[in-house]
Every structure is written in C-alpha cells, then in structure tokens.
C-alpha cells in the first residue's frame, strides 16, 4: 500500500512540474512575441522619414535571414505562416502611388534610397500578424508627401 502511495506521490509531483513548466515557458513565449511585435507596432500611424524606413528594411530582411525564410528566383521573401516579415512601400511614381516590396529597395541599394528618400515622410498605415504565432507578418509604409 505504501509503494501505491509513493509511486502515485511521484506522479503526482511529475505532473505538477511539467504543467508548471509548460506555463512558464508559454509565458516567456508571448512576452517575446510582445517584445519582438513592439519593434515595429511603435509605427503604427506614425510618421518617420525614409532613413527610419531603410533601417527597418534592413532589419527585416536580416530577421527573414536569420529565421531561414526561403526566397523565390526573384530573390523575395516567400512569406510563411510563423516569423516571416514583409515590408511594403507605397511611393509616389509621377501623381499615383505604387508598390515596392522591401527586397526591391535592398537590390536597388539602401544607401540609394536613403539619398533619394531620406527627408520624404512616410506612414505606417498597416500592420498584418500571422495568425499561428500572432507575429508581425507584414508593414505597409506609404508616402505621404510627393
């Protein structure tokens, strides 16, 4: 009776580590989405000047690079269901806004943009999650002045 005892005591006490366990790491798990998230949820409706914008590019394609994002032949980011990030932006060309993916920018050069588009306002009129890990999945940055 005392070895049922014991055995049930240690499963028990098994349980009740692993389920404590389990909820601390979901915890640290969600206050890293939050942390990661509020990188770039600071934006939101937000004004900022092209050299925010090209550091932000930059520092999006170097997390799809570090969370191995795949690329297709155009060399874009193929956008999967966790952690990857696309960045968006809607420029002036002649008296209509058109769009530019974020990897365009990089091929064209960083620098280039940032000469020609350093003192432009642009805003952050969007921001898509991921719906698995609740992760920003895409940022939209339009110009708002020609």
């Known amino acids: 009776m005392k070895k049922t005892m014991i055995v049930f005591s240690i499963i028990l006490v098994c349980m009740i580590i692993t389920i404590c366990a389990s909820i601390i790491q979901n915890k640290q798990n969600i206050a890293s989405i939050y942390k990661e998230n509020a990188q770039y949820e600071q934006y939101k409706d937000k004004t900022v000047f092209g050299t925010e914008v090209a550091t932000l590019i930059n520092k999006a394609i170097n997390q799809n690079l570090k969370n191995s994002i795949q690329q297709d032949e155009k060399g874009l980011f193929i956008p ?12 002036f060309n ?10 365009t920018i990089q091929k064209l050069g960083t620098e280039q943009f940032v000469k020609n588009f350093n003192l432009v306002s642009f805003k952050c009129t969007k921001i898509e999650y991921h719906k698995q890990t609740q992760k920003v999945a895409k940022i939209v940055f339009e110009q708002i002045e020609k």
């Open 94 to 103: 002649e008296e209509e806004l058109k769009t530019y993916q974020m990897e």
């Open 80 to 91: 999967n269901h966790t952690n990857s990030l696309k960045i968006e932006l809607k420029l």
